[in-house]
């Protein structure tokens, strides 16, 4: 069972379908100079740009990511290391096989080191002179994978020098730390970046899980040469939390592009090729295969499931080197250009990503979200419900899908099983937003804004940026983007979205409420964002709803008017550096 409060601020706990592998703790090892270095000054350069649109450096389009960090991976190799070892010696080791670009070292069950070399021909070099472990007892299947295990000759003779390499704990901050952190901020506005800069996915993670792509890619293309593993949701949509799964999504589809040019005079040849009755049977065998190999071929690769029955043919295992536990699917390319239409939302407007953070890390808190499958609402959903919000603002922060669809063009055309998924794909040719909000103005109205919606009547569709009319009588109704005729929260019941609900207008009762009390930072009390994390919000509400006849949301919704209609010109308060506005 989930723990409560803000013990869900830590890492999640594996659901029950997942093998039981121990998820490990990374800490990574930097020293000036390295990669490692090089992202802390950026991160650190990145705080300082102001919230809102920023509109002065052009932005990246999805897919020319997605090939830079693909091309990457391919150069890199995963190398597990002594756990003595010096740097230096390592280093100059591998560079006899040619420039290394970048490199870290983390653990997980063992000390790892990530190596990216500057040419792919640097890898299959290092190959060439490694040699399959002979076993006494066992037979080793020699694959060679870029998953690489280093040993010393002569072990006593080396040093345990470790000169400049320094180690962090790279996992998210305990329940103390993030309150110390959120508590000691300036402004609501920090506290939220601040959550969003402890959370989010750092540079040496993302490189991870490329890489671990990549190595899955390898296995596979022994059986469909030229397929490629590409990494989806939160690994690339820009909401990544740190130890999230990886999603991987075996793309066979390029196999076809790479010959459908080769024609010479009146022949046509073609591949001689099995067949089978359907595309979803088809899928079923190719990932049966795929996890036979990955079990029994895949250096790393344990605790493999195939799942082939679900809607979505899966197969989930956990590659225990990188510590991640990961879903390989096929036929599955609504779920990319989901990831795509989330990264260029998360990549418009930077308070996009803090306010998604803090609302899903608000939920999780209070048990609104779970890792384990069943009526609670999903992380997903709670982005669009970010999404919709931030389009309904006065001016939009947000353009709306159909908008991103006028922009489109003839090579941004997708049609996928029918469905329409076209939207223009260059960032740059979309206006920034005029809005100025503050993310403490634009939290709060959050909750207000949910917490007095008609769930009971309307949906919340994204295309359109507008209410509309429920299609169907589920409790809460959110359109699928691109499958419209879907409603990715019909999982959730009449109880958890009761539940949301109360909490939203507890939270904006609280944030109004606070504004003319804030607690003084020599008392250290929680404040702000990091009061809306505290248990004690969700165990009042129900002991309230225990006392009282009058329903929760009710009494918090007759608070909240009551506060409107004290202020006749519903004021405006400053208070240094915060802002708040009690208009709904």
Not at 358 to 372: E, G, P
Not at 456 to 483: A, D, T
Not at 554 to 564: A, D, H, P, T
Request: glycine letters at 4%; a positive charge.
């Amino acid at each position: 069972m989930a723990a409560r409060g803000v013990g869900m601020l830590a890492r999640l706990p594996l659901c029950a379908q997942r093998s039981q592998v121990l998820r490990p703790t990374h800490r990574l090892f930097s020293c000036p100079g390295t990669v490692a270095a090089d992202v802390k000054r950026e991160e650190q350069s990145s705080r300082n740009v102001e919230t809102g649109s920023e509109g002065r450096t052009p932005k990246k389009k999805f897919s020319e990511v997605q090939k830079e960090r693909r091309e990457q991976a391919q150069r890199t190799v995963l190398i597990r290391c002594p756990n003595k070892i010096s740097e230096k010696k390592f280093l100059k080791y591998l560079s006899q096989h040619g420039p290394i670009n970048s490199h870290f070292f983390y653990e997980s069950f063992g000390l790892y080191a990530v190596v990216e070399f500057s040419q792919k021909e640097s890898v299959t070099s290092l190959q060439n002179v490694t040699r399959t472990p002979s076993m006494e007892t066992e037979a080793a299947i020699p694959f060679k994978s870029r998953f690489f295990n280093l040993k010393m000759k002569n072990p006593s003779s080396q040093t345990s020098e470790q000169s400049c390499v320094q180690s962090s704990n790279h996992s998210p901050p305990s329940n103390k730390k993030l309150s110390e952190l959120l508590c000691y901020a300036e402004s609501m506005d920090d506290q939220l970046n601040t959550l969003l800069k402890e959370f989010q996915l750092t540079e040496e993670d993302i490189k991870l899980r490329y890489l671990t792509c990549s190595l899955i890619e390898d296995l596979a293309a022994a059986y469909f040469q030229d397929c490629t593993v590409r990494p989806f949701g939160s690994s690339v949509n820009s909401f990544g939390k740190l130890g999230c799964d990886l999603d991987m999504f075996l793309d066979l589809d390029e196999i076809g592009k790479l010959s459908t040019n080769k024609t010479s005079g009146n022949f046509l040849m073609e591949f001689q090729v099995k067949n089978v009755p359907s595309e979803r049977i088809a899928t079923q065998k190719i990932l049966s295969v795929i996890g036979e190999c990955l079990d029994h071929f895949g250096p790393g690769c344990v605790g493999v499931q195939k799942i082939l029955n679900a809607r979505c043919p899966l197969v989930r295992f956990s590659h225990q080197a990188s510590g991640f536990q990961c879903d390989l699917t096929t036929n599955n390319r609504i779920a990319l250009k989901s990831s795509e239409l989330l990264y260029i939302y998360g990549t418009l407007d930077s308070r996009v990503r803090a306010l998604v953070f803090s609302i899903r890390c608000w939920a999780r808190a209070h048990s609104l979200t779970s890792s384990i499958p069943g009526s609670w609402i999903t992380n997903f959903s709670l982005t669009m419900m970010v999404i919709f919000f931030l389009q309904r603002r006065s001016p939009p922060i947000l353009p709306t899908l159909d908008y991103l669809k006028t922009l489109a063009d003839a090579e941004d055309k997708c049609i996928i099983e029918g469905h329409n998924c076209t939207f223009i794909h260059d960032l740059n040719r979309i206006k920034p937003s005029g809005n100025t909000e503050t993310l403490e103005s634009l939290l709060k109205e959050f909750f207000e804004y949910f917490g007095n919606f008609a769930f009971n009547k309307n949906s919340i569709n994204i295309r359109q940026g507008r209410e509309q009319n429920k299609p169907e009588s589920s409790p809460l109704h959110i359109q699928n983007p691109f499958e419209t005729s879907l409603n990715i929260s019909k999982n959730v019941n009449q109880s958890q979205l009761q539940k949301f609900v109360d909490l939203a207008q507890e939270s904006a009762w609280i944030l109004s409420q606070e504004d003319k009390d804030r607690p003084s930072p020599s008392s250290h009390q929680p404040w702000g964002l990091a009061s809306l994390l505290q248990p004690s919000v969700l165990s009042s509400v129900s002991l309230a709803k225990k006392k009282r006849k009058k329903p929760a949301s009710e009494r918090i919704k007759n608070l909240l008017e009551s506060i409107k209609s004290s202020s006749p010109e519903n004021d405006t308060h400053t208070n240094g550096k915060r802002t708040v506005s009690t208009q709904a």
